[in-house]
């Protein structure tokens, strides 16, 4: 039994010395930005960017949900930077003095998107309102979705989805493999699939663009090296990694 | 610590302390569920319509899936034990494959397949119009891929510990193959075929990632109890609490009343 017990012990100190030093491989020279999980290819891009100009800095990206990331700060996540997807959210965070002085870091438009053999024919937003066709949303209760049914409601068409995908990703997905003949995206998300989505705009005043507020945690351990990131995103350089994967720029939208 | 048989003398203290803390890990979570429960607002939250479009489509998904999955099941179980052919261990690795793969790779591999620009989904597409993704079939075929194999390992197990000499009797008795499976094979492995039957069962209610994957989500169509709780995850965590509290209750019943009726005796 002895030995049993002793393997046993064995194993789960084993485990703990393995989990132990996963976490304490973060270091004093960190800068930890929680970023809406819809940045995700850009912020490799962004955070690339600014290690070059900033050598030294080391910078850990928390990928999640918007309201996700919101409710990890509030249960004391170690955040510096917060980037998310919608203005909501960020307000919420203000209201309860978690971040200081939001700023606006890009926007981003919404498209109509098609695969790229358009097997249903589709041409505009008309379209969605056909029965015949399998037609994709984001849920209303993600951004992407919840702007969708404005711009629907806004252009007075009523569309009967066939699935209401929990983030834009697997939506996007289902319309590239040609599992459904259309649904409702971001103008990014159509950058970074290339050719393998047909574009069809949207009349940009029937709805408001979304928004990236990014923020300076009022916890976090760095405020000034968050701030210096903050400036990177929002400079020149910033702005033009934004904008090769299809983001606005801020300021056309403030 | 009362002990059935074996070796006497006190349980040794280490396993009950690791038996404590394995306990906890599965009991742990399940109490901080029971302590975020809205309970006086539990009627309200149950009340509204997502839950009840939910549920009921999880239990006809669910219970199709493990019908499908007893009457494909046990012949391939009953394949894989009882007869010898080439590529049988290669089938039974792949057999066991969704156990082992995560759901949303099953739920793409399905779209990839059966999918209307599938292997085999485009030419049925093309030639009727029906498509499998965005239906209710959709959800029974992906809860059935992710639940069979248990289904199918629990049968073929009590297949390759059954004895042989029963079934060898009624076959010098002039029983035909098929006879030695309906009146002798199947009733000999009754408890096993329902306790796979309970674990299909229970793993296709507790499916997620192949069904929203190839079924896609849609409230009242393709959206289970798992998928409910997810999209309401984080707009209204209240929701969510109350539905996967419908789920603990379910699946924790269901196995009760199923262990003391069928299990106990064996």
Known sequence: MGKLNRYLFGVLAAVSLLLGS??????????????????AEVMDELVAAYTETSPGVNVAVNLAG???????????????????????????????????????????????????????????????????????????????????????????????????EPDVKSLVAKIVSGELDAGIVYTTDLASAGDELIRID?????????????????????????????????????????????????EEVN | MAELGGPKGPAPKGLIALAVLGAAVILLPIVGLLARTPWSRL?????????????????????????????????LAWILSRTRFWGRSLLRAFVTLPMVLPPVVGGAALLFALGRRGVVGEPIYDLTGF???????????????????????????????TDHRQEAAAATLGASRLAVFNRVTVPMIRPSILAGLVLAWARALGEFGATIT?????????????????????????????????????????????????????
Do not use: H
């Open chain 2, 214 to 266: 190839f079924a896609g989500n849609l409230s009242g169509r393709t959206q289970t109890l798992p998928l409910a709780v997810f999209v309401s995850l984080e707009a209204d965590r209240d929701a969510a609490i109350a539905i996967s509290l419908i789920l603990v209750v379910i699946s924790v019943a269901v196995l009760l009343i199923l262990r003391n009726r069928w299990w106990s005796t064996q």
């Open chain 2, 131 to 161: 498509a499998l993704p965005f239906s209710v079939w959709g959800v029974i075929l992906a809860n059935t891929f992710v639940a069979m194999p248990f289904l199918v390992l629990t049968i073929e197990a009590a297949l390759n510990n």
């Open chain 2, 43 to 75: 009627g309200e939250l149950l009340g509204k319509p997502i839950v009840g479009d939910a549920l009921r489509l999880s239990l006809i998904t669910s219970f199709a899936a493990a019908g499908i999955s007893l009457c494909l099941g046990l012949p």
């Open chain 1, 66 to 164: 918007s309201t996700t990331l919101k409710a990890q700060i509030f249960e004391g996540a170690p955040a510096d930077v917060v980037l998310l997807a919608n203005q909501a959210t960020m307000s919420q965070l203000v209201d309860e003095d978690a971040v200081q002085a939001p700023q606006l870091a890009a926007a981003n438009r919404m498209v109509l998107a098609v695969p790229a053999d358009n097997p249903g024919g589709v041409k505009s937003l008309d379209d969605l309102a056909r029965s015949d066709l399998l037609i994709g949303l984001c849920d209303s209760q993600v951004p992407c979705g919840a702007t969708a049914r404005n711009i629907l409601d806004a252009a007075g068409v009523v569309a009967s989805p066939d699935t209401n």
């Open chain 1, 22 to 39: 996963c976490g304490s491989s973060s270091d004093d020279n960190e800068l930890s930005v929680f970023a809406a999980a819809s940045l």
């Open chain 1, 202 to 250: 949207i009349d940009p005043s029937l709805y408001e663009p979304n928004v990236y507020p990014v923020a300076v945690v009022t916890d976090g351990d760095k405020p000034a090296e968050a701030q210096l990131f903050i400036d990177f995103v929002l400079s020149e350089r910033g702005q033009s990694v934004l904008a090769a994967s299809g983001f606005l720029p801020a």
